[in-house]
């Protein structure tokens, strides 16, 4: 399984970004769960935000409902996250994810802080910087 962010970059306060994950090598006969992760500098591991590979239910961190949205296109096997109205506390390294559920839903929701054992699979990650 590979996973490949990309759209990260330097942007001004309020302003907005569009993070893609490119999905590759895996064939999942079970739902799973993409969830895009981020760590600020000397923090630890926060949760953002997950989608679940069936139906269209979509979950959010506090910090970030209402100005991001997460999306993703099964034809393409690309994840995205819509950033808009950013802030200076959203300067993270941002990690996409992957967690095969191994049963035909999903049962438990995404922890707020994560481990990195939490997924089977991650990507390099993709610097968002938030400064004027």
């Known amino acids: 399984v590979q996973l490949v962010e990309s759209g990260g970059g330097l942007v001004q306060p309020g302003g ?5 994950c490119a999905a590759s090598g895996f ?3 079970s739902a799973y769960m993409m969830s895009w ?12 935000s997950s989608i679940y590979s069936y139906g269209s239910n979509t979950y959010y961190a506090d ?17 995205y996250l819509q950033m808009n109205s950013l802030k200076s506390e959203d300067t993270a390294q941002y ?8 049963a035909p839903f999903c049962y438990s929701l995404p922890r707020r802080q994560p481990s990195w054992g939490d997924y089977n699979n991650w990507g390099q990650g993709t610097q968002v910087t938030v400064s004027s």
């Open 16 to 20: 907005s970004l569009r993070l893609s």
């Open 27 to 29: 064939t999942f006969s």
């Open 37 to 48: 992760v981020r760590q600020a500098p000397g923090k630890g591991l926060e949760w953002v």
């Open 63 to 79: 910090s970030v409902k209402g100005r991001f949205t997460i999306s993703r296109d099964n034809a393409k096997n690309t994840l």
């Open 95 to 102: 990690y996409c994810a992957i967690k095969n559920c191994g």
